[in-house]
């Protein structure tokens, strides 16, 4: 695989999402969980996709119960996640993030990033309009802490 292009996940409404359709733009790849401790990042991913979705940001949140924090199921924490934090973005169906039944897309996303395993929930990986990834930020990092290189992923002619 040479990009996050050649990836495909499962929407939590069963539909196929290839991630081609989102060439050209700057997309958020997010490991979630909505009763983790730090599920409140999701408020703030969502600001910034408002802020910016009309500017070529899209958001992509990959639920994973692998640290025993989501809920037990797609509907549930579809749910959950537009009630309690106002979530619009696309959601996928569960995952795994680490192991041998992990999610392709994290796989080649850890490779990239040539940080290993994903330790925490709201991992996040910001890829740029060429498909190929800019930065890995830590769980703690709050997304405001990612907005300037977001906004250099969107603006910058380069």
């Not at 997309?27 to 910034?48: D, H, P, R, W, Y």
């Not at 041998?100 to 996040?124: C, M, Q, V």
Request: aromatic share 10%.
């Amino acid at each position: 695989m040479s990009s996050v292009y050649d990836f495909t996940e499962t929407e939590m409404s069963g539909q196929s999402l290839p991630l081609s359709q989102y060439k050209g733009k700057v997309l958020l790849i997010v490991n979630t969980a909505s009763k983790c401790g730090l599920a409140g990042q999701l408020k703030e991913i969502e600001a910034l996709y408002k802020k910016y979705h009309q500017d070529g940001l899209e958001v992509l949140g990959l639920p994973s119960n692998q640290f025993h924090n989501e809920l037990a199921d797609d509907k549930a924490t579809s749910e959950y996640c537009q009630l309690h934090y106002g979530v619009t973005f696309p959601m996928t169906k569960h995952i795994r993030v680490n192991g041998r039944d992990a999610d392709p897309l994290f796989t080649y996303l850890k490779d990239e990033s040539g940080h290993g395993r994903i330790k925490w929930n709201y991992t996040k990986f910001l890829i740029g309009r060429d498909g190929q990834l800019i930065h890995r930020y830590a769980p703690i990092t709050k997304p405001e802490k990612m907005e300037p290189e977001l906004v250099t992923a969107l603006y910058d002619e380069d």
